[in-house]
């Protein structure tokens, strides 16, 4: 089965961030995410596509507070609420 193009640029965009931020954050004390991790912004939660997390505190397993980066990849399904409510949250 031969993938859409779409779909498989946002999944090299993401293997290629995620790959990046791993080695940029190996030997600091931050961890690169991928977007099976959960973040809470005040009431709402999200599963961003890649973020970043720098504080200790934040150690919840499944669900980060304070990350110091998030990353969401757009795409023509998902730009609206990406630009719109999350960027805004």
């Known amino acids: 089965m031969r993938w859409p193009?779409?779909?498989s640029w946002h999944n090299g965009i993401a293997l290629n961030l995620a790959a990046f931020l791993h080695g940029a954050?190996?030997?600091?004390?931050?961890?690169?995410l991928v977007s099976d991790m959960?973040?809470?912004i005040d009431q709402v939660v999200y599963y961003p596509d890649l973020m970043v997390c720098c504080e200790a505190d934040d150690s919840d397993?499944?669900?980060k507070r304070a990350p110091c980066l998030?990353?969401?990849i757009l795409s023509e399904s998902t730009e609206r609420i990406d630009r719109g409510e999350?960027?805004?949250n």
Request: glycine letters at 0%; aromatic letters at 4%; a positive charge.
């Open 86 to 88: 999350k960027l805004h």
């Open 5 to 7: 193009e779409p779909a």
């Open 61 to 63: 397993p499944w669900l």
């Open 70 to 72: 998030v990353i969401e």
């Open 25 to 32: 954050t190996r030997e600091r004390p931050c961890r690169a």
């Open 38 to 40: 959960r973040v809470a």
